[in-house]
């Protein structure tokens, strides 16, 4: 991959904030949205979520998820030159009071002041997705198969 698409993979990971979040549900795909933070390297990326929701109750059932992370449509005339990158990865759990949570907190609410209420609730918990690989289309004609160091490669641009 190019030095120009690695930073428009870096930026476009850094200024979404919803993802669409791929799980197994009966045997078959289901698509949720998702609000995301990423570490700095892009090595893990965490969602807070509700173990009342449906995507939870499937990452509890097995672990194999999928981020699509897209650039904001700006009403181009062609929405498929948009960069997007789909990561394919293993979910997990974090427990609160787990090493790491306060500062994993501070970076959610930093990014989502509003869901400061969220932490009140006993139901929500945050979920760390390890990218295994994936597929990043950097505009018309520009698309990569990724692993995880490509994308912390990305994370130096």
């Known amino acids: 991959m190019d030095a120009q698409s690695e930073k428009v993979l870096a930026q476009v990971i850094r200024n979404t ?3 669409s979040l791929g799980t197994m549900h009966d045997e078959s ?13 892009f090595s893990a990326f965490h969602i807070f979520v509700s173990r009342l929701a449906q995507h939870t109750v499937d990452m509890q059932k ?11 449509d700006d009403t181009r005339i062609d929405p498929q030159t948009l960069a997007r ?25 930093a990014r989502f002041p509003e869901s400061e209420q969220l932490f009140k609730m006993s139901d929500f918990s945050f979920w760390r997705i390890t990218p295994r690989g994936g597929r990043y289309v950097a ?3 520009k698309a990569f198969n990724i692993t995880a160091d490509a994308l912390q490669k990305a994370s130096l641009r």
């Open 62 to 72: 097995d672990n194999r998820v999928s981020l699509m992370i897209c650039e904001t």
């Open 139 to 141: 505009g018309f004609a």
């Open 85 to 109: 990158v789909s990561i394919r990865g293993k979910a997990e759990i974090l427990q609160t009071g787990e090493p790491g949570f306060t500062p994993l907190k501070e970076h959610y609410l």
């Open 29 to 41: 795909p289901q698509v949720s949205m998702v609000a995301f933070i990423y570490a700095e390297d």
């Open 17 to 19: 904030r919803i993802a």
